[in-house]
């Protein structure tokens, strides 16, 4: 019988988790089923415990159930201690389950790897202060970054995100409107207010000619923060799906003890997408 894996969220129709693993399986010559399962918000623990027994051997978690696998999971890797949310879950072999969070090296992986931006010593200025930023901090520093600026809406929930980095001296934090009129290596769009035309309201001199600008949402159409980006002639406009593609690799890795090959799986994605 084939090892089962799935992710679990709600809603879930739109997911590509399950062609992107599929995609893994076949490069790396492992049996396995991988599906995506709706489940009520009502009945999570208790749909992962069942999972979890028998064949079920991982499960990926998305909206609205990471800080709910975070709670659940028995031991939990640093990167997902300090994330405050869980993507990745399986059984130690002592039968305790396991949490792991992908998401952030997923987005240095990404940034670094695939699109040959700098993180060393550069400035990074990160936009929202939610649950995808505070998952994506820890894996930043540890790419060796020089600053981290947190912006929010709200700059009291920013400021609660830097108290978690206190000790290492590299994070602030700050409202949109004290987001200092200076250029920065790397901006990271985290909030989800872009996607329904929403932007930050921050000074266009934070946009120079070698400026990286990631979006961590994706879609057909270049995102309403990725256009502002393009406009402001920033040196890189990236959006979030190869980050989609990491981050399940590293599930998989996690998983499978393999690593699969991330680049013909998003140059696939990439096509789809703008196929419609």
């Known amino acids: 019988m084939n090892d089962r894996y799935a992710v679990f ?9 399950p062609q992107i ?28 415990q069942c999972f979890l027994q028998g064949d079920g051997k991982g499960l990926n978690i998305t909206v609205p159930f ?37 998401d952030g090296l997923g987005l240095v992986r990404d940034l670094a790897d695939n699109n040959s931006v700098q993180l ?8 929202g202060a939610g649950g995808a930023v505070r998952g994506v901090l820890q894996p930043l520093l540890a790419a060796g970054v020089a600053s981290i600026l947190i912006a929010n809406r709200t700059p009291a929930r920013a400021e609660t995100l830097a108290e978690l980095f206190a000790d290492d001296g590299r994070v602030q934090a700050c409202g949109f409107e004290q987001v200092p009129a200076e250029t920065f290596d790397v901006i990271i769009n985290g ?3 872009s996607l329904q035309g ?13 400026t990286a600008c990631y979006d961590m949402m994706y879609a057909a159409e270049p995102t309403p923060f990725c256009r502002w980006a393009a406009e402001l002639n920033a040196g890189r ?40």
């Open 237 to 276: 406009v990236i959006d979030g799906l190869g980050m989609l593609v990491e981050q399940a690799a590293e599930s998989f890795r996690i998983w499978r003890g393999v690593r699969p090959d991330t680049a013909p799986v998003i140059a696939d994605l990439r096509a789809a997408l703008q196929a419609g």
């Open 120 to 127: 060393s010593n550069a400035r990074v200025l990160v936009l």
């Open 21 to 48: 693993h599929a995609r893994f399986a076949g490069q790396t010559g492992q049996d396995l089923i991988y599906t995506a399962e709706h489940i009520e918000e009502a009945v999570f623990e208790t749909a992962v």
């Open 198 to 210: 929403e932007l930050p309201p921050i000074p266009a001199a934070t946009v120079g000619s070698t």
């Open 191 to 193: 909030t989800s207010a």
């Open 66 to 102: 990471k800080e709910r696998a975070w709670a659940l999971a028995q031991w939990r890797s640093d990167r997902a201690e300090l994330a405050g949310a869980v993507n990745t879950l399986y059984r130690l072999e002592d039968g305790r389950i396991a949490g792991d969070n992908t």
């Open 9 to 17: 969220g709600n809603p879930i129709a739109h997911s590509k988790s």
